[in-house]
T-cell receptor
Framework: GAGVSQTPSNKVTEKGKYVELRCDPISGHTALYWYRQSLGQGPEFLIYFQGTGAADDSGLPNDRFFAVRPEGSVSTLKIQRTERGDSAVYLC??????????????FGPGTRLTVT | DQQVKQNSPSLSVQEGRISILNCDYTNSMFDYFLWYKKYPAEGPTFLISISSIKDKNEDGRFTVFLNKSAKHLSLHIVPSQPGDSAVYFCVAQFYFGTGTSLTVIP
């Protein structure tokens, strides 16, 4: 069975460029989460979708970060005017249900973003 | 500010012995806790969870204990196996701790 997939697995970009990171959740999972993990840290929550809507985007660090999930399945995390500090592994997870029951989340392998 | 803290960045245990991983949290409103395990170059995988109405949850070799008054939980692995070597994250809601790297020595 297909798990959560993320593309690309690695992305190197120059400072100031725009990047898009894609997440394909497990089919049927209504909740989708984005996290960012820097070296030596645990995953840091960015945004949570329930269906098509962003139910909680309180973790997005600033307005350069934006995420969409237009059809309630695939999600794209968009980062404008990238900075070197954005370099991290970006993890996506999905779960059958969302916040409230805190069902276990299934994580993808992550996208390693390097901003030079 | 770190809402979930794992103060031991690493732990080494002999195969067959007990591994105890500790976690502290700051928000008394947290009511659901999870442990995830992570191998290099992979995403975290769910291991075990506990809700605040319980103080213990057991699944095979893995047991999680919750002390609400101390805002502390721990994960016990017994007996530890070399395949358990990984980074373990304690999670409250969607706040992750910094992880503890467990090495089980054969």
């Amino acid at each position: 069975g297909a798990g959560v997939s993320q593309t690309p697995s690695n992305k190197v970009t120059e400072k100031g460029k725009y990047v898009e990171l894609r997440c394909d959740p497990i089919s049927g999972h209504t909740a989708l989460y984005w996290y960012r993990q820097s070296l030596g840290q645990g995953p840091e929550f960015l945004i949570y979708f329930q269906g098509t809507g962003a139910a909680d985007d309180s973790g997005l660090p600033n307005d350069r970060f934006f995420a969409v999930r237009p059809e309630g399945s695939v999600s794209t995390l968009k980062i404008q005017r990238t900075e070197r500090g954005d370099s991290a592994v970006y993890l996506c997870a999905s779960s059958l249900t969302g916040r409230g029951t805190w069902g276990e989340q299934y994580f993808g392998p992550g996208t390693r973003l390097t901003v030079t | 500010d770190q809402q979930v803290k794992q103060n031991s960045p690493s732990l080494s245990v002999q195969e067959g012995r007990i591994s105890i991983l500790n976690c502290d949290y700051t928000n008394s409103m947290f009511d659901y806790f999870l442990w995830y395990k992570k191998y290099p170059a992979e995403g975290p995988t769910f291991l075990i969870s506990i809700s605040s109405i319980k103080d213990k949850n057991e699944d095979g070799r893995f047991t999680v204990f919750l002390n609400k008054s101390a805002k502390h939980l721990s994960l016990h692995i017994v007996p530890s196996q070399p395949g358990d070597s990984a980074v373990y994250f304690c999670v409250a809601q969607f706040y992750f701790g910094t992880g503890t790297s467990l090495t089980v020595i054969p």
